[in-house]
């Protein structure tokens, strides 16, 4: 919430009829804080932080349910919280941010039924602020059909739970206590899950007719991040180095517009678009941890089929096997259009920018006309890419201002 807008809400709460204290309050702690901003930020107590958290921010699985095939069921709701460092920061910018953390930590048991988060640093942090050279280098269109604007915020935070009321209160109390030390400049919300999108598909981008099918848990109708079609977490980690147990993180948004692909395809169409046109809609009904969508006839896809499947295009990104990124991308109606925010984490932004780039499939058209750097391949006709950033997400010790100097005396 900007600063004026938190004064605005302050204005209402108290002038509404459904006052709330909690909400007085809240909007109060806030201004409060913003002045003592002015004045410096203080050295606050560091607080306790509960025993047995994973080493690395992004340790997330061991904590999910899983399905009956094994594989993890992520949290069912999401928040990205955008942020920008107020001035100079000093070392009581790091004891503040951490003990803030710790907080949360100390209140939420780490799992999707309590809070999972990951807090990660920009190109612009490591640049502007701190002076030095950027772990992750900064984001850039990857193919000739996106111009997505580069963000410019120094960090994200990365909040995933069960129970959206929750973070939202979460977010109120990172923006409220860091306020001294940070401004935060916008949230991204959404979900993923199944029910969820048909539940919110009364928005721009999706058609009349609720064609998002009743239990599917992403807009375009298919269930994504089978546990082969991943990578784990331990192989996107970072082994050595300043960063060791971190890993890099990138954060698109993107819009979704499924009129044509809900109106004008049939279901076994989308189903060679997203997997691959070898795949039917009984392999479909079929995959349980894998699908990997025949990568090795990709070049029967194009000349034969005239079609490229997503997952098929994507999967010749693999190493030994695997997929070298891992997703937890989540649907949106932010701004009332229907869009994916999509994070992937991966040891290094270059295996992102291999991926995206295999997605593309840019040679098609060579082979065949009818395959263009959009039409009928995969599903980059139906998602535009409109920001775009990378971060680098610490290990949990060094989460707080990495490469800040004093840090370590203070925390
Ligand atoms: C609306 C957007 C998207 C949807 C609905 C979607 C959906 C899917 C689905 C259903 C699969 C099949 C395998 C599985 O995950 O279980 C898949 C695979 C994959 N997708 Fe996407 N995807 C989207 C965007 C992207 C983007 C932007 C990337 C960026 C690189 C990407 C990368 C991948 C990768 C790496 C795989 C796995 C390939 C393999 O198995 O090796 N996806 N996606």
Not at 105 to 124: D, I, K, M, N, Q
Not at 143 to 166: M, N
Not at 256 to 271: E, G, I, K, P, T
Request: positive net charge; charged residues 20%.
């Amino acid at each position: 919430m900007s600063d004026e807008r938190l004064l605005n809400r302050r204005r209402f709460l108290l002038g509404a009829g459904g006052v709330t204290l909690a909400g007085i309050a809240a909007a109060g702690a806030a201004l409060d804080a913003r002045a003592s901003a002015q004045a410096g930020v203080r050295m606050v107590a560091l607080g306790q932080q509960p025993a047995g958290l994973p080493v690395s921010q992004h340790a997330w699985e061991q904590t999910m349910a899983r399905d009956q095939f094994g594989n993890a069921i992520g949290p069912s709701y999401d928040r990205l919280i955008m942020f920008d460092v107020r001035g100079r920061p000093t070392p009581a910018y790091a004891r503040l941010l951490e003990s803030t953390l710790r907080r949360l930590e100390r209140t939420y048991a780490w799992g999707p039924a309590g809070l999972l988060f990951t807090v990660g640093w920009s190109h612009a942090y490591f640049k502007q602020v701190l002076g030095v050279s950027s772990p992750v280098p900064q984001a850039k269109a990857l193919s000739d059909f996106e111009l997505p604007t580069i963000d410019d915020y120094h960090l994200c935070i990365h909040l995933a739970c069960d129970d959206p009321v929750r973070l939202e209160a979460a977010e109120r109390l990172l923006v409220a206590s860091l306020a001294p030390a940070l401004r935060r400049r916008e949230t991204r919300t959404g979900f993923a899950g199944a029910g969820l999108p048909a539940a919110h598909q009364h928005v721009g981008g999706i058609p009349a007719g609720d064609p998002v099918p009743r239990d599917s848990p992403l807009f375009m109708g298919f269930k994504s991040a089978l546990k082969k079609n991943q990578a784990t977490e331990q192989a996107v980690t970072i082994p050595d180095g300043q960063f060791a147990q971190g890993t890099t993180m990138t954060v698109s948004y993107m819009h979704l517009r499924l009129q044509s692909w809900y109106q004008d395809l049939s279901y076994a169409q989308r189903v060679a678009r997203m997997y691959s046109p070898q795949t039917t809609p009984a392999d479909v009904s079929r995959f349980t941890t894998d699908a990997r969508s025949n990568p090795g006839q990709i070049n029967q896809a194009i000349s034969h089929y005239g079609v490229v499947g997503h997952s098929q295009a994507s999967a010749r990104a693999r190493v030994n096997g695997r997929p070298i990124i891992l997703r937890r991308d989540f649907d949106t109606v932010d701004g009332g259009l229907a869009g994916l925010h999509f994070v992937s984490l991966q040891r290094t932004i270059e295996d992102f920018i291999k991926t995206r780039t295999a997605m593309n499939q840019s040679g098609a058209q060579l082979i065949n006309p009818a395959v263009t750097e959009t039409v009928n391949n995969g599903i980059n006709e139906f998602i535009f890419v409109l920001r775009r950033a990378n971060y680098i997400l610490p290990s949990r010790a060094q989460r707080s201002f990495p490469l800040l100097p004093g840090r370590a005396a203070v925390l």
